[in-house]
């Protein structure tokens, strides 16, 4: 029996998960990141506060000491006037409507770069959220196995404590490896085919709990089978649509016009369920597949024996 390298836990599933890209599975928190930005955000709503009532009071003190007046007009004399309070500048016997400019100069400056750092920590709160939102989640069969590394049969769990239920928490789980395909027939297949198109010797150098029945197959052969699923039903679908329409040339127009719209819906239906493409794709796919058919019974639609 050889002797394993890494204690099970931790170690370990980091060799797992740094060896296979559908493996990198972690949490969002997205609870802790919503709870985080409302604290941010109710620390910036009381700065803002804050600012108000220094502009209300301002309004009342300029009526009466001019320099308010130029503080608000330009910064730098407001940094100035802070700058003296900061340095105990302020000269003794001074009236108490200076002494209190000065001060206020020193409260809007600090509170300037409060509300400055606030808003740098909460817009880039809302911007990381944001990015991790757009992230995919796991997909079926990359969970059920990252749940069968963590909890393998007959073996105690992988993580215990804190980390024993990360997987169960399915909707706050987020992927970071993307597949080369991810259209609904390479998902169909990966999951119905994915062991017969396996890599034995891929899979027996990455098995690192063989009671976990993992099993490693390239991406390619997945992509080949997808290809080689699609263009066997666009054959159908469109030698199959003249070949039929060519057995009905002598029959009714409205015939021909009936097997054209049948054939177009079982090419909307292929299309918008076995790929990827967005709805106008499938739009334009089916209105150029239709055209076609269309110009076939047109260039026969005097042969048929009429309504």
Same mark, same amino acid.
């Given at each position: *029996?050889?002797?394993?390298?890494?204690?099970?836990?931790?170690?370990?599933?980091?060799?797992?998960? !740094?060896?296979?890209?559908?493996?990198?599975? %972690?949490?969002?928190?997205?609870?802790?990141?919503?709870?985080? +930005?409302?604290?941010? /955000?109710?620390?910036?709503?009381?700065?803002?506060?804050?600012?108000?009532?220094?502009?209300?009071?301002?309004?009342?003190?300029?009526?009466?000491?001019?320099?308010?007046?130029?503080?608000?007009?330009?910064?730098?004399? +407001? /940094?100035?006037?802070?700058?003296?309070?900061?340095?105990? =500048?302020?000269?003794?016997?001074?009236?108490? $409507? *200076?002494?209190?400019?000065?001060?206020?100069?020193?409260? #809007?400056?600090?509170?300037?770069?409060?509300?400055?750092?606030?808003?740098?920590? &909460?817009?880039?709160? +809302?911007?990381?959220?944001?990015?991790? /939102?757009?992230?995919?989640?796991?997909?079926?069969?990359? +969970?059920?196995? %990252?749940?069968?590394?963590?909890?393998?049969? =007959?073996?105690?769990?992988?993580?215990?404590? &804190?980390?024993?239920?990360?997987?169960?928490?399915?909707?706050?789980?987020?992927?970071?490896?993307?597949?080369?395909?991810?259209?609904?027939?390479?998902?169909?297949?990966?999951?119905?085919?994915? &062991?017969?198109?396996?890599?034995? =010797?891929?899979?027996?150098?990455?098995?690192?709990?063989?009671?976990?029945?993992?099993?490693? &197959?390239?991406?390619?052969?997945?992509?080949?089978?997808?290809?080689?699923?699609?263009?066997?039903?666009?054959?159908?679908?469109?030698?199959?649509?003249?070949?039929?329409?060519?057995?009905?040339?002598?029959?009714?127009? =409205?015939?021909?016009?009936?097997?054209?719209?049948?054939?177009?819906?079982?090419?909307?239906?292929?299309? !918008?369920?076995?790929?990827?493409? #967005?709805?106008?794709?499938? %739009?334009? $796919?089916?209105? $150029?597949?239709?055209?076609?058919?269309?110009? %076939?019974?047109?260039?026969?639609?005097?042969?048929?024996?009429?309504?």
């Amino acid at each position: *029996m050889q002797t394993p390298t890494r204690l099970r836990g931790i170690p370990t599933l980091s060799t797992f998960i !740094g060896s296979d890209t559908d493996a990198l599975i %972690f949490r969002k928190f997205s609870v802790l990141a919503a709870r985080n +930005l409302l604290h941010l /955000q109710s620390r910036i709503n009381e700065l803002e506060s804050q600012l108000d009532d220094l502009d209300a009071s301002d309004v009342e003190a300029a009526k009466s000491n001019p320099h308010v007046s130029d503080c608000a007009r330009a910064y730098d004399e +407001l /940094q100035d006037a802070a700058a003296q309070f900061r340095e105990g =500048k302020v000269v003794e016997g001074e009236e108490e $409507a *200076m002494r209190k400019f000065y001060e206020n100069a020193h409260e #809007r400056v600090r509170l300037h770069g409060e509300i400055s750092s606030a808003l740098h920590r &909460y817009r880039k709160a +809302l911007l990381d959220e944001h990015r991790i /939102q757009t992230l995919p989640s796991p997909s079926s069969t990359a +969970l059920s196995t %990252f749940k069968r590394i963590l909890r393998p049969a =007959k073996q105690t769990p992988l993580l215990t404590g &804190y980390d024993g239920k990360i997987a169960d928490r399915t909707s706050d789980l987020v992927a970071l490896g993307q597949p080369g395909e991810d259209d609904r027939l390479s998902r169909f297949l990966r999951y119905t085919c994915g &062991y017969c198109l396996r890599d034995r =010797k891929l899979t027996a150098s990455r098995s690192s709990s063989p009671e976990a029945k993992i099993y490693y &197959y390239p991406p390619r052969r997945v992509q080949m089978l997808s290809y080689s699923v699609s263009v066997i039903f666009c054959g159908i679908l469109l030698v199959g649509a003249m070949a039929c329409l060519g057995a009905i040339e002598r029959r009714s127009w =409205k015939l021909r016009i009936a097997m054209v719209s049948v054939f177009t819906g079982l090419f909307a239906v292929v299309v !918008g369920l076995l790929s990827g493409a #967005r709805r106008a794709e499938v %739009f334009g $796919a089916t209105a $150029a597949y239709a055209a076609v058919l269309v110009v %076939f019974v047109g260039s026969n639609v005097g042969v048929g024996n009429g309504g």
